[in-house]
């Protein structure tokens, strides 16, 4: 049993580069498709794995969390060097199961589309797709908002509602985002 508080960070690259695929096996109806994540199969996402650790390191050893932080446990004060990071990536990386993009939007002239901005099957006709699977690159964070959100803006275009008007604002971005608050 735990004698006080603790707290852990998940971390891990949210816009991965890699990508797998979802394919029809054979053309049975009953055939279940053949699935492959391909996980941490691009280099630039190793990459952003080990910035991801030790970014947390690194905010974790802040003065304000002195008394609430205890010893590492994952990966461990042992796991300094990129092999030592990567050896524990292998040995404990998991998923959310947020897969997305599979049926991807955009415009019908694009090969690699299936659905087009109104969310309707290219080349088939009364067939819509309203979820995450038409987004062409996964959204930084959690899918379930922008799921929903999807849903309504399919909803709005089957009921022939009109989208609001289109906003012109910039974001800001401070200039030293990176490095203003260390």
């Not at 971390?11 to 054979?26: F, L």
């Not at 055939?31 to 970014?55: G, K, Q, V």
């Amino acid at each position: 049993p735990a004698e006080g508080h603790g707290f852990q960070l998940h971390v891990g690259p949210m816009r991965s580069k890699s990508r797998g695929h979802v394919r029809i096996r054979d053309n049975r109806h009953d055939s279940a498709p053949e699935i492959r994540f391909n996980y941490m199969s691009h280099e630039d996402d190793w990459t952003e794995f080990r910035r991801c650790i030790h970014l947390t390191r690194e905010i974790v050893s802040q003065h304000p969390l002195d008394p609430y932080r205890g010893r590492e446990i994952q990966p461990g004060d042992g796991a300094i060097s990129d092999d030592a990071i990567d050896q524990f990536i292998r040995d404990n990386v998991e998923s959310a199961y947020h897969p997305c993009g599979t049926v991807r939007m955009g415009a019908a002239d694009d090969p690699g589309s299936v659905v087009d901005p109104q969310c309707r099957v290219i080349g088939v006709d009364r067939l819509r797709v309203a979820d995450s699977s038409i987004f062409p690159r996964i959204t930084n964070g959690n899918l379930n908002g922008p799921s929903i959100m999807t849903g309504e803006k399919a909803a709005d275009h089957i009921l022939g509602r009109q989208p609001l008007p289109r906003a012109n604002d910039e974001p800001f971005f401070h200039p030293d985002w990176e490095s203003a608050q260390r």
